[in-house]
Structures are given as C-alpha cells and as structure tokens.
C-alpha cells in the first residue's frame, strides 16, 4: 500500500513530466494530439495521487489547493470531452510551478517526521 510520502512524490513527479514539456509553449501544448493527452494524463495522475492522500495529511495543509488538485481530476476523468485545453495550459504555466514547491514543502515535513 502506498502511504502519504509516496503519494506526494508521485503528484511532484508528474509535476515535472509536465514541466518537461511545457517550454515547448501553449499553442504547441494545446495542439499537438499527443503531447495534449500525455498532459492530461499527468494532470490525472496528480489529482489521482492527492485523492489518495489521508484526510489528515490535507487537513494539516491548507496551504494546498487540495480543493482544486481534486476538481481538475473530477473533470477529467468524469467529464473528459468537455476538458478546456486553455485551461490546462492556464493551470500548466501558472499553478503548477507554486503547487511544486508546495508539495515539496509538505513531502521535506513528512520525511522529517518520519
């Protein structure tokens, strides 16, 4: 079973496959079929991974947008033909960057307890 610590390097993770990409740019991103879904995809993986986390995890970090990490999930997966790309890339370019440094803040915090 995977506990918090690993949860939270797994939504950093697919932070930085995204970041991997994303200087390619937003019309690039948002029209390239392929690269468009693999984006996506790591945008499930990351709201996968904190539904995941314990409700005591999210509850000691407000500081997390958890709210909206776990809305983006919902949309795309239960309602992912109706998924904005300007959105995607809105969030990519510039909510990504600050939620990595959060969850790094939240991980450095669990391995310290640990």
């Known amino acids: 079973m995977r506990d918090d610590r690993a949860r939270?390097?797994?939504m950093i993770e697919a932070i930085g496959k995204i970041?991997?990409?994303?200087?390619?740019?937003?019309?690039?991103?948002?029209?390239?079929?392929?690269?468009?879904?693999?984006?996506?995809?790591q945008l499930q993986i990351l709201g996968?991974?904190?539904?995941?986390l314990s409700a005591d995890l999210r509850s000691r970090h407000p500081e997390v947008p958890w709210p909206r990490?776990?809305?983006?999930?919902?949309i795309i997966v239960h309602d992912y033909?109706?998924?904005?790309?300007?959105?995607?890339?809105?969030?990519?370019?510039?909510e990504l960057p600050d939620l990595k440094r959060l969850l790094k803040?939240?991980?450095k915090s669990l391995e310290g307890s640990a």
Request: glycine share 8%; with cysteine.
């Open 69 to 74: 990490i776990l809305g983006m999930r919902h």
């Open 105 to 107: 803040a939240v991980l």
């Open 19 to 41: 970041e991997k990409y994303a200087p390619r740019g937003r019309e690039v991103c948002v029209n390239d079929e392929l690269l468009r879904t693999y984006i996506v995809h």
């Open 81 to 94: 033909f109706r998924v904005d790309y300007g959105i995607v890339w809105d969030v990519v370019e510039t």
């Open 8 to 10: 939270i390097r797994d």
């Open 48 to 52: 996968e991974a904190g539904n995941k």
